[in-house]
């Protein structure tokens, strides 16, 4: 009974951890990233926009695949041996899988969760930040800073 207890406990840690990881990446998708200002003659953001050519879903569902399919086939390849020889209810490749896809999610969704309090932080402005966001009400210094400004583009969603 207690290997049980603990395999329940140790799994119910791990899916609250990352169920944590996942409900942190989720506020932080939705947080505004902080508004810095722009030289006007900044060459960096001056490029045209272009849509993306592969969305964020694609991108996450692929990865994530990538990484499952993997770690599968690897710890299969390894265990075969062992599978031969063991006649248990749960197959003993499976304790392996478990172990490397627990933390491989973790630090997928830690990677991804850092990334965007990066972004959100200190990022810098988009290459395309002029043609994307058509910035209007501008208040230039004399130096050419602009610190209040609005966006006025219907492609400005595509800034974060």
Same mark, same amino acid.
């Given at each position: 009974m207690k290997p049980l207890i603990d395999g329940i406990i140790r799994v119910g840690s791990d899916l609250g951890f990352i169920v944590a990881l996942i409900v942190t990446n989720t506020v932080l998708q939705n947080v505004d990233p902080y508004k810095r200002?722009?030289? +006007?003659?900044d060459e960096s953001i001056k490029k045209p926009f272009r849509q993306n050519t592969i969305s964020s879903t694609v991108l996450y569902v692929v990865s994530s695949l990538l990484i499952l399919i993997t770690i599968v086939v690897g710890e299969v390849i390894v265990s075969a041996k062992s599978l031969r020889k063991t006649h248990h209810r749960i197959p003993v490749v499976l304790y392996p899988i478990y172990d490397s896809l627990i933390v491989a999610c973790f630090g997928y969704f830690a990677t991804i969760g850092l990334t965007d309090v990066?972004? +959100?932080s200190f990022? $810098? /402005? $988009? #290459?395309? %930040?002029l043609d994307a966001c058509? #910035?209007?009400? /501008?208040? =230039? =210094?004399? /130096?050419? %800073?602009?610190?209040?400004? =609005?966006c006025s583009s219907d492609k400005s969603s595509g800034l974060r």
């Open positions: 200002g722009y030289f +006007v003659q990066g972004k +959100v990022g $810098r /402005l $988009r #290459p395309n %930040f058509k #910035p209007s009400d /501008l208040q =230039t =210094t004399i /130096l050419g %800073f602009v610190g209040n400004f =609005t």
